[in-house]
């Protein structure tokens, strides 16, 4: 009888992206707009076979549930359950309805505007490439409030200023190098991404230093010379934000158009 962590492994093996949300359970794959693999594999800072598949992917409700009594805004599912932490052959799926990721984009959701980056994968592209051609309605320099303070909070768990977070920490990073490298590594990412966002209006996927950050996950450098780097670049995007080409905020109006403009059509069809 296959051992648990075999079966993950061959749950993963050959699977498509939509094999894998077959498998979840979701029940509407043909109303998904946008699908894409996300985590250090979409940064560029995976290393090996050490991390977790993680899909996530956007749908437009059916009407009843985006105007009914009952909507379904988000799904979520993983191998893992809620007891453990993530292992390398487990799969996680996290779906947002179009309405709920627009609100999370609008607030300025660092993994929500990730979205707008990513290609999509497996379905056709054509209503999501409509919703990146209209990126710039997503954008504001209030945005770099929740990037900072993301990253700020993956520094402060390195320094023990705040707790582990849901899972805990990452034993095999912090008992080989002495710190969980892997948090340093995306608190430095989301800074980076952060200054090219205020400076350009964009988020470059892979990241374009996904050398240095490949270095960092891996131990090359110190803690000491992580925290030196980022308050250096925290430094630079308080500088970015005050000379931010973005509006102060984003137009809910246009984002409200727009999302009710896609549903329309797609229902259309």
Known sequence: MKSVASRRRDLKK???????????GFERPLDLIHLFVGGSELHGA????????????????????????????HFVWSTAGDDRRNGPDDVDVTLYSLRKWAGMAAKGNATALHFL????????PATWERVQ???????????????LGFAGDQFKRLTGE?????????????????????AAMHGLRLLYECLELMTHKRITLPRPEKELLI?????????????????????????AVAN???????DKTAISKLAA?????????
């Open 215 to 239: 270095e960092v996950r891996s131990g090359a450098w110190t803690l000491e010379r992580v925290l030196r780097q980022a308050r250096q670049l925290e430094a630079e995007v308080k500088e």
């Open 14 to 24: 050959n699977r498509s992206l939509l094999d894998l949300i077959a498998l979840s």
């Open 117 to 124: 980056f990513a290609a999509p994968k497996e379905i056709s």
């Open 162 to 182: 705040k707790g582990s977070g849901k899972k805990g920490q990452r034993p095999e990073y912090i008992g080989k190098y002495g710190y969980d490298t892997k």
């Open 244 to 250: 931010s080409p973005l509006p102060e905020r984003v």
């Open 261 to 269: 403009q896609l549903h329309l059509e797609f229902w259309h069809r």
């Open 46 to 73: 995976k290393v090996g076979q050490t991390d977790d598949t993680d899909l996530y992917g956007v749908y437009i409700e059916p009407p009843e549930q985006a105007l009914g009594l009952e909507p379904r805004d």
């Open 133 to 147: 051609s209209h990126a710039d309605v997503f954008l504001s320099r209030n945005s770099a409030k929740q990037f």
